[in-house]
């Protein structure tokens, strides 16, 4: 799927907006809408963009174990994971899937220690 610009900036805009008024902080991180970037984007919606490097297809493959071991094959320091939480096959992916990290001793690290450090 694609969006318009103008489409994308609008729905990240109302969502940092819904975010903020729950929060009282405003999101300072963005991915865009199914992963696709438009120039000038970060500055017209003021927030950094956060790509993945690793899509676990967990909305597609909705079977836990299959993502676990998938996201065992690709992932490395540094690795940005995405999930889902649309599915209790995704949640349940998930919570394997950090358990697994955590046996093989990797870390986990808020974006803005990932990327701005």
């Known amino acids: 799927k694609s969006?318009?610009?103008?489409?994308?900036?609008r729905q990240m805009t109302q969502t940092a907006d819904l975010i903020c008024?729950?929060?009282?902080?405003?999101?300072?991180?963005m991915r865009p809408p199914y992963g696709k970037s438009h120039e000038g984007m970060e500055e017209k919606v003021q927030m950094i963009e956060?790509?993945?490097?690793i899509d676990t297809m967990d909305w597609?493959?909705?079977d836990p174990a299959r993502v676990v071991q998938e996201t065992?094959?690709?992932?490395?320091?540094?690795s940005i994971i995405l999930m889902?939480?649309?599915?209790?096959?995704?949640?349940?992916?998930?919570?394997q899937?950090?358990?697994?990290?955590k046996k093989?001793?990797?870390?986990?690290?808020?974006?803005?220690?990932?990327?701005?450090e």
């Not at 889902?84 to 919570?95: K, N, R, Y």
């Not at 899937?97 to 990290?101: G, K, P, Q, R, S």
């Open 72 to 78: 065992l094959a690709k992932v490395e320091d540094g």
């Open 60 to 62: 597609s493959l909705r």
């Open 50 to 53: 956060v790509l993945w490097d």
């Open 21 to 29: 008024g729950i929060t009282g902080s405003r999101p300072m991180f």
């Open 104 to 116: 093989q001793n990797y870390q986990f690290v808020t974006v803005d220690e990932l990327i701005l």
């Open 3 to 9: 969006l318009s610009m103008e489409e994308a900036c």
């Open 97 to 101: 899937l950090i358990d697994a990290l």
């Open 84 to 95: 889902h939480d649309e599915f209790q096959e995704s949640v349940d992916g998930a919570l």
